[in-house]
């Protein structure tokens, strides 16, 4: 797929040979609009003298497992000028600096194509990237590109670090249990499912708790610290949650029009902890006096 000098995309027509679609269709060549009849062949070979495109600003979600980034992700994709193409970086694509950047390359040269590519002109293309998956090992190499290319970072992390061990321990009983018919799923689409998850109640090991919440507190720290010469934003999954104009500062990020963001998914664990862990009483005992303390009774 053709990027051109100007940072503008023939992605209208990249996304039409993905869908399979071929037919007369309206292009613009920098003096006018006519129509012209394509075939797949015709729309991967256009150039930036048959399609332009409005520019398109890359991203990033720089996020950690069980942090809300499923459900933004949907909240993003809602909007009809963004795809983001989910969680794209497996153990190949992350193995070394070489491979990640090639990743970045299909990513931000319009080459990969995913279910949430859109059939409309994309003001934001992106994924979503787990500290865990290469970005953290080779940082310096990624912010290099980062910067090169224009790509903005959206940090979104949580802060009830607590409620996220709670969803993680949930999460990988599931994927053994798999407690909905037999199938494993990380993101439910009704309160039935949700309700079905949420009665399972993990036991926390309290010897490692402490531990555990500094390690993913120090992580979160070092990727700041890290992307800080990004341009970036810092969203919280609470904050989200609470303050919906939280994601107007993120399309106004994007620099995208205004739309009201939706999502059909529907949280699993909701409610106090107390009645989310099997061993409360030990878990608040080894967190309560600590720095950590808060965690046990904000909401979400």
């Known amino acids: 797929m053709a990027v051109n000098k100007d940072g503008t995309t023939n992605y209208v027509l990249g996304l039409m040979l993905q869908l399979k679609i071929s037919g007369r269709v309206t292009v613009n060549n920098g003096h006018g609009e006519y129509s012209k009849q394509l075939?797949?062949?015709?729309?991967?070979?256009?150039?930036?003298?048959?399609?332009?495109?409005?520019?398109?600003?890359?991203?990033?979600?720089?996020?950690?497992?069980?942090?809300?980034?499923?459900?933004?992700e949907t909240l993003l994709n809602s909007h009809m000028n963004v795809s983001c193409n989910g969680?794209?970086?497996?153990?190949?694509?992350?193995?070394?600096?070489?491979?990640?950047?090639?990743?970045?390359?299909?990513?931000?040269?319009?080459?990969?194509?995913?279910?949430?590519?859109?059939?409309?002109?994309?003001?934001?293309?992106?994924?979503?990237?787990?500290?865990?998956?290469?970005?953290?090992?080779?940082?310096?190499?990624?912010?290099?590109?980062?910067?090169?290319?224009?790509?903005?970072?959206?940090?979104?992390?949580?802060r009830n670090l607590l409620r996220r061990m709670i969803s993680l321990l949930a999460n990988s009983y599931d994927k053994e249990a798999k407690l909905l018919n037999g199938t494993h799923k990380s993101h439910v689409h009704s309160s039935y499912e949700a309700q079905i998850l949420a009665k399972y109640m993990p036991k926390v090991n309290v010897t490692i708790v402490i531990h555990n919440l500094k390690e993913a507190e120090e992580?979160?720290?070092?990727?700041?610290?890290?992307?800080?010469?990004?341009?970036?934003?810092?969203?919280?999954?609470?904050?989200?949650?609470?303050?919906?104009?939280?994601?107007?500062?993120?399309?106004?990020f994007l620099r995208l029009p205004y739309r009201e963001l939706t999502s059909g998914q529907f949280k699993i664990h909701r409610g106090p902890l107390s009645k989310q862990i099997e061993n409360w009483g030990d878990v608040e005992k080894a967190v309560k006096g600590t720095q950590y303390e808060s965690f046990l009774n904000d909401d979400y």
Not at 94 to 106: G, P, Q
Not at 131 to 139: S, T
Not at 237 to 252: F, P, S
Request: net charge positive; with cysteine; aromatic share 12%.
């Open 39 to 72: 075939n797949e062949k015709d729309i991967s070979l256009l150039s930036k003298d048959e399609c332009r495109c409005n520019p398109v600003r890359f991203f990033a979600i720089l996020t950690m497992q069980r942090s809300g980034s499923g459900w933004f």
């Open 87 to 158: 969680e794209i970086f497996n153990k190949e694509r992350s193995k070394n600096a070489s491979t990640i950047i090639n990743t970045l390359d299909k990513v931000y040269n319009l080459d990969l194509f995913t279910s949430a590519s859109k059939n409309e002109c994309s003001a934001a293309v992106g994924f979503k990237w787990m500290l865990n998956q290469g970005l953290m090992q080779y940082h310096e190499e990624i912010v290099q590109y980062f910067n090169r290319r224009g790509v903005s970072a959206i940090f979104l992390f949580r």
């Open 219 to 252: 992580k979160t720290t070092k990727a700041l610290e890290y992307f800080k010469s990004t341009r970036h934003i810092v969203l919280y999954y609470e904050d989200i949650v609470r303050n919906r104009t939280k994601l107007v500062d993120v399309q106004e």
